[in-house]
């Protein structure tokens, strides 16, 4: 790189061609453009990106914010929107390529899921097309920067944004890897971002931390208080001792014992080794990308994604209302982490499963649960009853994925079976299905997770 210049990204050659292409139609475009997105942080983070990239082309546009992309909202999509309008979904619509390539208007899709197949009309992006790992390496918000800064190297002050999003796909694990590293490299070179190696606890003191966060989550401790009074006393420090105030060693100390602990209860070896962890700071944005995710994430569990696109686009005033919403968030998961801590989920052959009142909250709860403290022999799989349909998240450890488990192929079949739909990545998937077919879906579920790990 010669003296002078900032770092950029590089691009194989065909997503690089992919990216001309798509650019080359946003660049010429002169009507509206309507962004259709997931409404998770992913989802948000990638809305946001593609707000601010079509802002800056000087382009009218709305955004959409919803949970799934199904037939319906495409058959509604395509009668309410007008030809010339520009179509762009981002986080969603790589499983449905065969319908959108039948739209009479222009589509670009930035997806990460796993593709339907690449389609020809469309202009899709997606990392699995190009040879990138879309589960890990990168998601739909950090690919929608390649575009963005494709089309105008001014859309790079959206990254933090976009790291935000692929740590709320947890992405971030065990740090970034492939094309996101790359991404954070670039963003560091042009100090809009800094990667900071240390514990991985977030609150203001250690006592904070262990005490509100769910991450880490340590069991008969986080969420009460007495208990971790007595852990923060016994470890010797204060109420109010903060990480920064630890030397090296007594930082190391720390460490230990709290790795200690989440061996002790079970936790996945992924969990265990995240305890020291490489939070990137968001000069921008004063805050590290997971307290960034952390806000999308409480907005969208809590119906208020519009909230959290605000916030993704740098409004100050939804800083506030989105730091409330964590802090209800917070409470919401903790009490239930402690009520499956009594009543764990139930166990069938090959995979555990515990029913929820919130449907936004199965899949955190099993994520959360399924890494820290449930049985990680099993895939765990998280449902909730809304409209008389089950919404059901899947969770595993790697330890699972690499002995061949499959959530997303698991989910996508079992649910077919009983006229449901379902999908999503090999480590976190999901399924929705009538209620009634509860019994049979889990029958099967169980039969095909057995069959994927040759139990
Ligand atoms: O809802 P949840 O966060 O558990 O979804 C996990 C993953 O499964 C997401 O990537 C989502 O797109 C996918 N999924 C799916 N079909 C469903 C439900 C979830 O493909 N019916």
């Not at 007008?82 to 739209?103: A, I, N, Q, R, Y």
């Not at 339907?116 to 990392?127: C, T, Y």
């Not at 460490?255 to 602990?261: D, K, N, P």
């Amino acid at each position: 790189m010669p003296k002078g210049e900032l770092p950029d990204l590089t691009f194989s050659a065909s997503l690089s061609r992919r990216l001309e292409d798509a650019a080359a139609i946003m660049r010429s475009h002169r009507g509206f453009v309507r962004i259709f997105s997931h409404y998770d942080p992913d989802g948000i983070g990638s809305a946001a990106v593609a707000c601010q990239m079509v802002k800056n082309l000087g382009l009218g546009f709305q955004a959409t914010l919803s949970h799934k992309l199904d037939d319906a909202m495409l058959d509604e999509i395509r009668s309410s929107t007008p030809p010339e309008h520009l179509l762009l979904f981002t986080d969603m619509g790589s499983s449905k390529v065969s319908l959108l390539d039948e739209f009479p208007n222009s589509v670009i899709v930035i997806d990460h899921h796993q593709p339907e197949k690449e389609g020809q009309r469309i202009i899709h992006l997606n990392p699995h097309l190009f040879g990138i790992d879309g589960a890990r390496e990168a998601s739909a918000s950090t690919f929608s920067i390649g575009l963005a800064v494709t089309l105008d190297k001014a859309n790079w002050k959206m990254v933090g944004p976009a790291l935000a999003g692929a740590v709320g796909d947890r992405q971030n694990l065990g740090g970034f890897r492939g094309y996101n590293e790359d991404l954070v490299i670039a963003a560091a070179g042009r100090e809009l971002v800094k990667l900071e190696t240390g514990p991985n606890l977030k609150g203001r003191t250690i006592y904070d931390s262990m005490l509100e966060h769910p991450e880490p989550y340590f069991r008969g401790i986080t969420g009460r208080k007495r208990e971790t009074s007595r852990l923060v006393k016994w470890l010797g420090l204060e109420k109010e001792t903060q990480l920064n105030q630890l030397d090296e060693e007594k930082k190391r100390f720390l460490t230990s014992i709290c790795a200690m602990r989440l061996l002790r209860q079970g936790a996945t070896p992924e969990a265990t080794g995240d305890l020291v962890m490489t939070r990137y700071w968001i000069h921008d944005w004063e805050m590290y990308a997971d307290q960034l995710s952390s806000l999308f994430n409480s907005c969208s569990r809590q119906g208020e994604q519009g909230l959290g696109l605000a916030l993704a686009l740098g409004d100050k005033a939804a800083l506030e209302k989105a730091m409330e919403h964590e802090r209800v968030h917070r409470e919401f998961i903790l009490q239930n982490l402690r009520e499956l801590e009594v009543e764990p989920p139930k166990a069938m052959k090959n995979i555990q499963y515990f029913k929820t009142a919130e449907v936004n909250y199965a899949g955190v709860l099993a994520g959360l649960g399924a890494l820290y403290f449930f049985d990680n022999s099993k895939p765990t799989f998280g449902a909730a009853e809304k409209d008389g349909a089950l919404h059901l998240s899947a969770r595993a450890p790697r330890s699972l994925v690499k002995a061949g488990l499959n959530l997303g192929l698991a989910c996508k079949s079992a649910a077919e079976k009983v006229s449901g739909a379902g999908g999503g990545h090999d480590i976190a998937a999901g399924a929705t299905f009538p209620v009634d077919a509860e019994k049979k879906f889990l029958k099967e579920l169980d039969r095909i997770v057995g069959e994927q790990l040759g139990n």
